[in-house]
């Protein structure tokens, strides 16, 4: 029996009836009354029906004698269980009905109550969940593995990580609550919570286990998730970002795509307003795994030598043609200079480093191997 839920009912009943109210737990003791001198003490009658079959015991006369006043006591069940009684003190049958309507309330509002502390609870472990992805950097399977069993999560379904960066979050965050809540592409297996810098992250649940068939349709799908969160952004010339991260169908990697997407946010350049994939990243992600001595040691001879307008005109160039994945007409376009004079400027690099990363993949990684190294430095 709460205790303060039914002193908060017992006051709302002394509005509306003159007769007085007791409410015992299941020890017998008076834990709210309408008679404020009442409560702490014993109940004898209360007790009696919770540890006895009886439901209801009716009074019809007072006995001084044993303090106990006509009147109607009545159990409190919660969850089938006898957690207390309520009782009304007057002439029965004018009572009767009084208490049945009491007794209703009191168990309508604990089951509401604990349905409320459940779904509390149940939000906390979502909450711990997604912290210990974020801030656990010795984070186990069988820490992971609980929190999903208690959640009734999947553990090897396939999620793809996404963190969303939008300008100013925490003035709109109470309704990009309200829309994620809404959302009809939302799954309950799906997972998401605001980090401490104020980005999104989502565990999204894609549905399929084709391989195959996810790989084509994930882009579109996170795109249909975040759909009415950007809608609201643009409609308010709010600034955002997406990075998506690699697949995952084993808990144990949520923390390290999580790091993927942090790592797309803090090196991708580019436009704002747009979509990052971390299968689009490799090259880049791989390269900044590697020790700054090792990659000094590669790079640094090629920096010296080509001099510092080279190395410009370079940085410039593969940025764009990154970016475009390669296409001159958009590159050129983004340059704002004709597509001939992106290509004499390619044709300049070609020629110094004998490479051509249009038509050679070992030409192209290198050259973006060294475009990343020089945007280090």
Known sequence: MDNVLAGKLINRISSYTEYNVNIMDENGIVVASKMKERVGSFHETAYEIVKSDEDMVMVDVDNLENGVKAGVNIAIYMKKKKIGVVGVTGTPEKVLPIAKIIKMSVEVMMEYDMYKSESLKKYNLREQLMHLIFYNE?????????????????????????????????????????????????????????????????????????????MQDYKFLVGEYLSPVLRYARERHIKYTVYVGPIQDDIIYYRQAYLNCLWMQKNLVGKEDKSFYFYDHMIHYLESMISPVQYNAIFIMLKKELGTKFVEAYVEVMQVLIENNYNLMNASAELHVHKNTLIYRLDKIREVLNMNPLNDNSDREFMECFFYYLLKK
């Open 138 to 214: 010795n984070l186990k399977r069988e820490d992971m593995s609980q929190y999903f069993e208690v959640l009734n999560l999947s553990t090897d379904i396939l999620r793809v990580p996404v963190l969303l960066q939008i300008e100013n979050t925490s003035q709109h965050m109470d309704k990009l609550k309200k829309i994620l809540e809404e959302n009809p592409s939302r799954s309950k297996q799906d997972l998401r919570d605001v980090t401490r810098e104020g980005f999104l992250f989502f565990l999204i649940a894609v549905p399929g286990d084709n391989i195959g068939n996810v």
